[in-house]
């Protein structure tokens, strides 16, 4: 499972560039901004890693750690999983029965 790159923080916040550039903070984060599709693309992505993870036998803490998120993330994300009727069943514990 490759991990994507993390996404590098902003050195300035969107009022030093809009004051920088003549423009609205808004305009600034419009012009910066992911587009949805995209974000929404990453967003399943990492909650299918974490239910392929948490299939494999990992604690939500060793989750978090492999994908470099917060254990919350990945206890929200596996909240919603299962309240949208997702199998969580561990393959170890599947495996035994």
Do not use: C, N
Request: net charge positive; glycine share 8%; charged share 40%.
């Amino acid at each position: 499972m490759t991990q994507e790159p993390r996404r590098e923080r902003r050195t300035v916040t969107a009022r030093e560039l809009a004051d920088r550039f003549g423009v609205s903070p808004r305009t600034v984060l419009r012009m910066i901004a992911e587009e949805r599709a995209e974000y929404e693309g990453r967003s399943r992505q990492r909650r299918d890693q974490i239910v392929e993870l948490h299939r494999q036998g990992l604690k939500g803490y060793e989750i978090a750690r492999e994908l470099s998120i917060s254990a919350g993330l990945v206890s929200i994300r596996l909240k919603e999983a299962r309240e949208a009727g997702l199998d969580l069943t561990r393959r170890d514990s599947a495996d035994r029965g």
